[in-house]
């Protein structure tokens, strides 16, 4: 079986939904960004497909949109989704096609435009959400404070004092890797209708801890609720990609792909599912938690990751280095992708090492990845 290595990562930056400057740009003007940058340099003629994950985008395969964009006529497309984790599940299937040999090269990832997705009906019924479970009181699939936020909170005993000074984290750390220029080797900008856009816009320099613990609960009508817009994460733009190959075609490689593993728990354990996805992503490559140098665990609400570093006994400060969710923001079909990409441009700014990046997904589910990036 050959590897399969990431010879490129490229995202772009994130755009705040509905507000920011990337509020009339489309989820294809995003994709066909980014993969046209991802496939910069390559042989158009080993890309075997292109395979990018959509949330709520109307049921077309803005893949294969890209593909075409991109110089790739010969190329097809594929929509895939798996709620919050479907930009990471693009980059797995990816990875498993090239492993199994069924292709060389495959662009993978995630595209996200809160701001201009399209309003869909049903029967003609008015503004219709696809659900991500049966509904259900203690896990409303329509309310993810409840359901991913909240429950995870209670079930692991996190304070609503821990979870603000998580979030205030997570801006500090995304502002100084901004300032830092941290990101600059994995984003490229976009045009829009509102002019360049070069770096990320969520995150908050002037929030604090004052600031946060005067957000009011979401639901203050549930005695003792902790979740606030501050603790929770943002509603965003972006897109995000990687560069799938066999390791047999000589390209310099970026990282090696170890391994992946999705779960499922009942929909109100939601926000539980990286503390399964980790271990089992891990043993599939024969590591152990104390063989991983970064963590990016999404923060869709800062419960999530503080319950996985509690449960699983990680190191806080190998969580989340460039900030997350509660800072960066949540472009929910892009996210899993940002992260890989992030993983890998940190890790090879530190001299290398083994990154795992997990997230949980509506309807119960969770995901992780195993990466390793080679020393220099």
Partial sequence: MSEAVLVAALRT????AFKGSLRDTTAYDLADRVVTAVAEGLDPGLVDDVVLAESHYGGGVVARHAALTAGLPQVPGLALNRHCAAGLSAV???????????????LAGGVNSASTAPRLSFGGAGKWVPPSHPDRPDAPNLDMSITVGWNTAVRAGISREEMDAWALRSHRNAVRALDEGRFKAETVPVDTPHGPFEADEHPRRDTSAEK???LKPLHPEIEGFSITAGNACGANDAAAAVAVADERLGLPALATVRSWASVALDPAETGLTPVHAIPKALQRAGMAVSDVDLFEINEAFASVPVTAIRRLGLDPET?????????????????????IVTLVHELRRRGGGVGVASMCAGGGMGSALVLEVPAP
């Fill in 319 to 339: 969580v989340n280095v460039n900030g997350s969710g509660c800072s960066l923001g949540h472009p929910v079909a892009a996210t899993g992708a940002r992260m």
């Fill in 92 to 106: 797995q299937t990816a990875a498993a096609s090239v492993r199994a040999g069924m292709d060389r090269l495959v």
């Fill in 212 to 214: 946060l613990a005067a």
């Fill in 13 to 16: 930056p994130i755009g705040t």
